[in-house]
C-alpha cells in the first residue's frame, strides 16, 4: 500500500481513503487515546466559555491562555499519536495503545519544545502576514519528525525546512484543503447534530443549561474524535513528503 508513497506525490483522495482505513482497523485502540485529549480539553474550554461575556469590549485573557496551552501542549500530542500510527501501519506493525502513549506523552518535554519554537516563528511572522503563513508551512512538519526521526528543537524545525524546500505551494495547498475538510466536517457536526439538540433543550442559559452543556460537551468530544481521520491523513501527507524527499 505504501510502495507509491516513496516514489511520487499522492493526491489527496488517496490519502483521505487510507487514513478512513487506518481510523477504521485501529479505531478500538485510537479512541481511548482521544478520549484522554479531547475530554478533559473541551470540558476545560466549555467551562471557560461559560464564564465570559461576549458582549464585553475587554480582552478575555484568561481563554487566550487557555486556547493557547491547549494548542501549543495538548494537541501536538495528537499529531504525534497519529504520526506513530502511521509509521506502525508504514512498517507492518501493529498498534498498541502502550505505543502511542509513549510516542506522545513520553516524548513531551520535546514535542513541547518544537512546538513553542514552531508558534514562536508563527507568531512573530503574524506581524506581517505573509511571513506567519510561511513559516507556518516550513516548520510545518516538525511535531511529525520529533516521532518519525526523534529529533527535537531546532534540528526538527531544520529538517521540516528541508523536506519543504522546493514544494512550498504545494504543500501549502494539501494542508489547507485538509485543513479547509476538517472546519467543513465540524461544522456538519454543528449545524446537523449540536444545534437542533440544543434548539430542543429550549432556554440553554436558564433551568436547560446543564443540559446544553451537556450537549455541547458531547458533540465536541464526538466532533474531535472523528476528526483525528484528518490528523491521520496529515501524518500521512509528512511520510509522503518524507519519502519522496528523500528519493530525490
Not at 506522545?104 to 514552531?118: E, H, K, M, Q
Not at 446537523?192 to 440544543?198: A, K, R
Request: proline share 3%.
Amino acid at each position: 500500500m505504501y510502495n507509491e508513497f516513496k516514489v511520487k506525490r499522492i493526491p489527496l483522495f488517496q490519502i483521505l481513503t487510507i487514513a478512513l482505513r487506518l481510523l477504521r482497523d485501529n479505531f478500538k485502540v485510537i479512541l481511548p487515546f482521544v478520549l484522554l485529549i479531547f475530554v478533559p480539553v473541551n470540558v476545560i474550554i466549555s467551562l471557560i466559555s461559560v464564564d465570559l461575556d461576549i458582549t464585553a469590549k475587554e480582552v478575555h485573557w484568561q481563554s487566550i491562555w487557555a486556547m493557547a496551552i491547549v494548542s501549543i501542549g495538548i494537541l501536538p500530542l495528537v499529531t504525534a499519536a497519529m504520526t506513530h500510527l502511521v509509521r506502525c501501519s508504514v512498517e507492518g506493525k501493529p498498534l498498541t495503545y502502550d505505543e502511542m502513549m509513549t510516542a506522545s506523552f513520553g516524548n513531551w518535554a520535546r514535542i513541547l519544545t518544537v512546538s513553542i519554537l514552531y508558534y514562536m516563528f508563527v507568531i512573530i511572522g503574524a506581524i506581517i502576514i505573509i511571513p506567519a503563513i510561511f513559516y507556518g508551512i516550513v516548520y510545518y512538519f516538525a511535531i511529525f519528525l520529533v516521532v518519525a526521526t526523534e529529533k527535537s528543537g531546532f534540528g526538527a524545525l531544520r529538517e521540516s525546512a528541508t523536506i519543504v524546500k522546493g514544494r512550498f505551494w504545494y504543500i501549502f495547498s494539501m494542508v489547507l484543503r485538509i485543513g479547509i475538510l476538517k472546519i467543513c466536517f465540524n461544522m456538519v457536526i454543528i449545524y446537523l447534530i449540536q444545534l437542533p439538540l440544543l434548539s430542543m433543550v429550549g432556554d440553554i442559559n436558564g433551568t436547560n443549561a446543564s443540559a446544553a452543556y451537556g450537549i455541547s460537551l458531547v458533540t465536541s468530544v464526538l466532533s474531535d474524535t472523528f476528526c483525528v481521520v484528518f490528523d491521520i491523513a496529515c501524518a500521512l501527507f509528512f511520510y509522503n513528503m518524507l519519502f519522496t524527499k528523500q528519493e530525490q
